[in-house]
């Protein structure tokens, strides 16, 4: 049986699709910002994800939507440590969304089972803390810096640059000391990316399962939805994505995607748990 192995505990990954509920308790994410911006809200929402069937909820302090700036380390630490806290105390097993390893220590220190860092690992201490501590972690690709990752990103082959940072990035963290079962690659859908690039990765996904780590991908609500569902020029508003966001995890999980991160925890879970049936069909189809 094939699992993620985490800082305590391991989720298989024969057993359907991970969903990995979104908590940003940030004042400016693009979807819920403001929200759960208090230690009481962000717990309730939490709780109100896990209860929901979210098998890991992702903590986040900053937001990385395009245009956002980084917010001081003290400010993300006050905003993540105490709902990470609250949030593992109930058992919940709960991920970091984090670039910085002073707040992925202190969130594994409250609790964490996963650090979440959308800039690949870059840091070599937020390697050495991940190696010291055990936990699972998530390696995603982002060109540039969200302040400016949007102003015109461009790629001669999208699916195989990104493949190549994601082997060179796994590498790294395995040289530094994180064990193979700990690590999930993510293509970072949004980070430095037209809706081309976005599309042009679901498409071909199979390109990163083939690196041979579990995959996840997060599409929520992104704007590449709201501009394919856009009416008379008017982009379809974050809010009301959920169905395309749906839509869009049901294609990745039939490409071999093993988690999703996910705002709308009950709309995705339905939709994936289809495109699971299908992909135990397709099991069963080939070892007949
Ligand atoms: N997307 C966002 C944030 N963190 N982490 C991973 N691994 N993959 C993603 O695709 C990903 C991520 C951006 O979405 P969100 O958290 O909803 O917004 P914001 O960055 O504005 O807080």
Known sequence: MRAWALRTRRLPLDAGTLTMGILNVTPDSFSDGGRYASPEAAVARGRQLAAAGADLVDVGGESTRPGAHPVPVDEELRRVVPVVAA?????????????????????IEA????????????????????????????????????????????????????????????????????????????PGIGFGKTGEHNLALLADLGAIVALGHPVLVGVSRKRFLGAILAEGGFERPPADRDVASAAAAVAAVLAGAS??????VVVSREATLVADAIVHARRVKGRR
């Open 87 to 107: 949030l593992a105390a109930d058992g919940i097993c709960v991920s970091v969304d984090t670039r910085r390893p002073e707040v992925a220590a202190a969130a």
């Open 111 to 186: 609790g964490a089972e996963v650090v979440n860092d959308v800039s690949g690992l870059a840091d070599p201490a937020m390697r050495r803390v991940c190696a010291e501590t055990g936990v699972g972690v998530v390696v995603m690709h982002m060109r540039g810096e969200p302040a400016t990752m949007q102003d015109d990103p461009s790629y001669d082959d999208v699916v195989a640059e990104v493949a190549a940072f994601l082997a060179e990035r796994t590498a790294r963290a395995e040289g530094d000391g994180i064990e193979r079962d700990r690590i999930v690659v993510d």
């Open 259 to 264: 988690i999703v991160r996910v705002h709308d």
